[in-house]
């Protein structure tokens, strides 16, 4: 059986995902919030969840290899994370999955419904 990793396409397409997720939410009027609490570049976050999506995704565990164990709800924590910002996150991931994945109506659904599960995760503030 091949993992979601293989089935999304690999390492390209992951970078691929990456990438167009991170324009998204740089582009995009709708997620103002979202995109203030980066850096004003996205070189080390597309770095780092490209990283973290190869592991995650069944691929191979690059993040874990160069940062340790990715504690994503503490390494969020310093963020203010309410619905508003969870929605903006899965609205930007959830058009670069629809985008990039056309040929597998499950695979978009499994990994739709896991990334919804990791963002609601991350929630630390109530609205």
């Given at each position: ?31 103002s919030?979202?995109r203030?609490?980066?850096a ?9 969840l490209?990283?973290f ?17 990715p ?20 609205s ?9 994945i ?6 978009l ?7 919804k ?7 630390n503030t109530?609205?």
């Amino acid at each position: 059986m091949l993992t979601q990793y293989e089935q999304l396409g690999g390492e390209l397409a992951v970078k691929n995902l990456v990438n167009r997720f991170y324009d998204l939410m740089d582009q995009r009027t709708d997620t103002s919030e979202l995109r203030a609490m980066h850096a004003k570049s996205l070189k080390i976050s597309r770095e780092k969840l490209y990283l973290f999506l190869s592991g995650w995704l069944g691929g191979p565990s690059l993040y874990i290899e160069k940062y340790g164990h990715p504690k994503l709800r503490a390494r969020h924590m310093p963020f203010t994370i309410t619905s508003l910002e969870k929605d903006q996150w899965l609205s930007c991931m959830n058009q670069a999955l629809q985008e990039q994945i056309t040929d597998n109506t499950l695979l978009l659904m499994t990994l739709s419904a896991s990334f919804k599960g990791v963002a609601e995760h991350m929630l630390n503030t109530q609205d």
